[in-house]
């Protein structure tokens, strides 16, 4: 008979205290933890003694290479985040704020997947709001079946009787287990759910879309034991306010966790953004200061964004600076090579620097593009349009080489750019191979000088 005893999880990492404690000594946290029943059932004594039984350690050419083919979903840029698919077995979490689109996005993915049935279990739609959603979205799959359920055994009974080339669970913080007295959506939950599905899934090789809320420090709610159990955690994100919605993996056993997928929620779902620059520059600005392009990479996509700055006299004493969608310390450290390296006095100027569309940059490349827009707004002046710029800068203000320039400046000539401004230490680029025009920098006076000079 299993002995129910109660012990007290922190509902932030998953450590366990047998008595009520306010400070998590695990993760930091206040106030996390929260009682909850659990049963231990008596452990099978597995002997290990027995030599007879062991499983015999392989070399790498003996393990065999069975069903790991991954499978496209017919969503590219679903599958670029992936790693080039779905792999059979495979458990993805899909973490994201409520109303982000996971649900959105999951379906679509059911719907447009081709050749395999889809078996989609909502806890937290009813049937006919899925029919109305799917209304909405121009795919169908006649594979594609949908079941309202939350109780894990029947969910995984209903694994085995249909299975499905896909599983889409939506969330798990609304599955539950009989096994354990605490809520839905509990740590204990949340872990012994996905510990089933895992199982069950490993061993029929069902790929799994498990969605995941957020929390509003914008980890995945429930442990971070979650995390580490699932072989690809995903976080959708974006501002509701703007369209375009971005899918990251923060952790990837399939593949490269540096890839994004670019969305547009639209009226009739999630378009996939396939050519991100057309979106994220606007051809409008030209003759305007303050903006300047710069051609960044994100994964191994390159692509051009819209750098704005905003300078203006600072109306009390103290400065203020501010960014979206670039590192704050990382302006002010150009700030200040623009006032030691290059002389300009920006101390008691308001700075507020925005990239376009709403999507965060972290690529150092784009620094050039940085200063250089807002310089472009001290003076207000405008930089042409037709420029380009790719290039980190250094604290004695030099142009630092950047990675994959080649790409970048294959970019800026695809989408039509005049000229583009790279750094000069960048070295062995064939120069006569591109038709757009390339200067090459050693620091940032240099590019200052081709750019504020050709303006006029
Ligand atoms: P949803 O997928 O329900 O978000 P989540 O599952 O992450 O909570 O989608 C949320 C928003 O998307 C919803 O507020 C409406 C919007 N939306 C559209 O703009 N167009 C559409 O075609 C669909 C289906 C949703
Ligand atoms: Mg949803």
């Known amino acids: 008979m299993p002995k129910a005893k109660t012990i007290y999880v922190c509902q932030s990492c998953g450590a366990t205290s047998p008595k009520w404690i306010g400070h998590c000594p695990s993760c930091g946290e206040w106030n996390t933890y929260v009682e909850e029943i659990e049963i231990s059932s008596p452990k099978s004594k597995r002997s290990v003694s027995n030599s007879m039984i062991l499983e015999k350690p392989l070399t790498l050419q003996e393990i065999p290479l069975g069903k790991t083919d991954r499978f496209s979903t017919g969503n590219s840029e679903f599958d670029r985040v992936l790693g080039g698919g779905l792999v059979p077995g495979s458990i993805v979490l899909l973490g994201g704020e409520p109303g982000i689109g996971k649900s959105t996005l999951a379906l679509q993915v059911a719907l447009t997947l081709k050749g395999k049935s889809v078996l989609y279990i909502s806890g937290e739609e009813s049937l006919?709001?899925?029919?109305?959603?799917?209304?909405?979205?121009?795919?169908?799959?006649?594979?594609?079946?949908?079941?309202?359920?939350?109780l894990l055994e029947n969910i995984l009974a209903q694994i085995d009787r249909i299975n499905p080339g896909l599983l889409v669970i939506d969330s798990i913080q609304t599955v539950n287990t009989e096994m354990i007295e605490s809520g839905a959506g509990s740590v204990s939950q949340i872990r012994e759910c996905t510990a089933g599905i895992m199982k069950k899934a490993k061993a029929m090789s069902v790929p799994v879309i498990l969605i995941g809320h957020i929390t509003k420090e914008g980890s995945i709610a429930g442990p971070k034991v979650l995390e580490h159990v699932v072989d690809t955690v995903l976080q959708f994100e974006g501002d509701r306010n703007f369209m375009y919605r971005i899918l990251r993996a923060s952790k990837n056993r399939f593949g490269s966790t540096s890839e994004m997928g670019i969305f547009e929620m639209r009226h009739d779902g999630l378009r996939q953004v396939s050519n991100p620059s057309e979106l994220l520059i606007n051809s409008e600005h030209q003759g305007l200061s303050g903006a300047s392009i710069a051609a960044a990479i994100e994964g191994v996509r390159p692509f051009l964004i819209e750098v704005q700055a905003l300078v203006s006299s600072a109306a009390y004493g103290n400065p203020q600076r501010s960014a979206t969608g670039f590192d704050l310390r990382r302006l002010n450290m150009l700030l200040a090579v623009l006032e030691k390296r290059a002389g300009f006095k920006l101390v008691t100027k308001d700075v507020f620097l925005n990239i376009a569309g709403g999507i965060k940059v972290t690529d150092p490349a784009i620094d050039l593009a940085v200063?250089?827009?807002?310089?472009?707004?001290?003076?207000?002046?405008?930089?042409?349009?037709?420029?380009?710029?790719?290039?980190?800068?250094?604290?004695?203000?030099?142009?630092?080489?950047?990675?994959?320039?080649?790409?970048?400046?294959?970019?800026?000539?695809?989408?039509?750019?005049?000229?583009?401004?790279?750094p000069a230490a960048n070295k062995g680029i064939d120069l006569k191979k591109y038709n757009i025009g390339i200067a090459r920098v050693k620091n940032v006076n240099e590019a200052l000088r081709i750019l504020f000079k050709n303006d006029n």
């Not at 006919?128 to 939350?150: A, H, M, V, Y």
Request: glycine share 8%; net charge negative.
């Open 371 to 422: 200063i250089c827009s807002v310089l472009s707004s001290n003076f207000d002046k405008a930089v042409s349009m037709n420029f380009c710029l790719a290039g980190e800068v250094g604290l004695t203000g030099e142009v630092r080489p950047v990675s994959r320039l080649e790409q970048r400046i294959g970019e800026a000539e695809k989408l039509g750019f005049s000229k583009i401004i790279v």
């Open 128 to 150: 006919e709001q899925i029919k109305l959603r799917s209304t909405r979205l121009s795919d169908e799959n006649g594979q594609c079946l949908f079941l309202s359920e939350t």
